[in-house]
Structures are given as C-alpha cells and as structure tokens.
C-alpha cells in the first residue's frame, strides 16, 4: 500500500510567517504566501493596478500579466492555454482549476 501522505514540515519550509511564531487562521480573504513568491509581490507592487478594472496603462499591463498566468498554468497541467473556454477555469472562492 502507497502513502499518501503530505510532508508537512516540508510545505511549512516555503512559509516565512511559520518562523515568527505566526499562526494564521483567518484566509477568508488572502492567503500567506509562499517565500518564493516574495520577490515577484515586490516588482509588482510599485506599479499595481486593478486588474480587469482599470484603463490606465499599469491596469493595462497587470491585466495582460493576469491573462498571461492562464497560459502558464494551461502548460503546467497539459491543457490548452488561450481564451475561454480553451483555457483552464479558475472559480472564484475555489483552490480547484477546472
């Protein structure tokens, strides 16, 4: 029999808020995010806009980089990637891409 079990020390080592003693509960609304993320959070902060909401050019661009992430992640799972409804379908509230 295979286990399918889950290294939890090992997911916790992407967690930056699990070395300070943090426990977070509440992510109704955001979630911590991965150590690895940081850096990109960084670049996009300076010029973050709405995404889909805007029509200045920084909600211009971060609508394409949000656009572009469905392609990304249309590679990672073996899909197409594109416009709907070729493209992987994220819900919102959900953590499930169908």
């Known amino acids: 029999m295979t286990s399918n079990l889950l290294d939890v020390q090992a997911i916790r080592s992407h967690f930056d808020f699990l070395g300070r003693g943090r426990l977070v509960t509440n992510n109704a609304a955001s979630t911590q995010p991965r150590r690895e993320l940081l850096p990109l959070y960084r670049s996009l902060g300076p010029r973050y806009e709405n995404v889909h909401r805007g029509q200045s050019t920084a909600s211009r661009e971060m609508t394409a980089l949000f656009e572009d ?30």
């Open 69 to 98: 992430a469905y392609d990304t992640i249309a590679a990672f799972i073996g899909t197409p990637g594109g416009r709907a409804p070729a493209r992987p379908i994220s819900h919102p509230n959900s953590r499930k891409v169908t």
